[in-house]
């Protein structure tokens, strides 16, 4: 919605109270070559389409397809970090159904010492 409001010109509503995520979804491990790759097809339970930023996809008739390595972007905002990292995990990325689907599990990882030492030196 964010993108889409920029590109038609919207007022942009910006939540002050929320935290977001992303994830990077990626066919395969970074490094694969792109022609074992490009044509596989992928599917996603539809309610989760708004969280899902495409890449390298395009349509084939109805269908999703894969174009290279690096897939799209799944986003998240929930009221803390903890919140939107479960949710990012457990109820969005679960239902994506990509072969050979690779992405990194330890995002927010140090996010509470980065938080601690700006804080520290009233940085935030």
Excluded at 3 to 27: A, H, M, N, T, W
Excluded at 76 to 91: E, H, M, N, R, S
């Amino acid at each position: 919605k964010f993108f889409i409001d920029l590109i038609e010109q919207k007022p942009i509503q910006f939540p002050i109270d929320l935290i977001s995520v992303g994830v990077r979804i990626y066919c395969c491990s970074p490094g694969t070559d792109d022609k074992d790759i490009k044509g596989r097809y992928f599917t996603f339970d539809k309610d989760i389409e708004p969280y899902l930023w495409f890449y390298s996809v395009s349509m084939d008739k109805e269908n999703y397809m894969v174009e290279d390595g690096l897939v799209m972007v799944v986003t998240c905002d929930q009221p803390t970090l903890q919140g939107a990292v479960k949710k990012i995990y457990d109820d969005y990325i679960g239902k994506i159904n990509l072969s050979d689907i690779y992405y990194r599990s330890e995002i927010s990882k140090g996010v509470e010492d980065t938080v601690a030492f700006l804080k520290k030196h009233q940085w935030l």
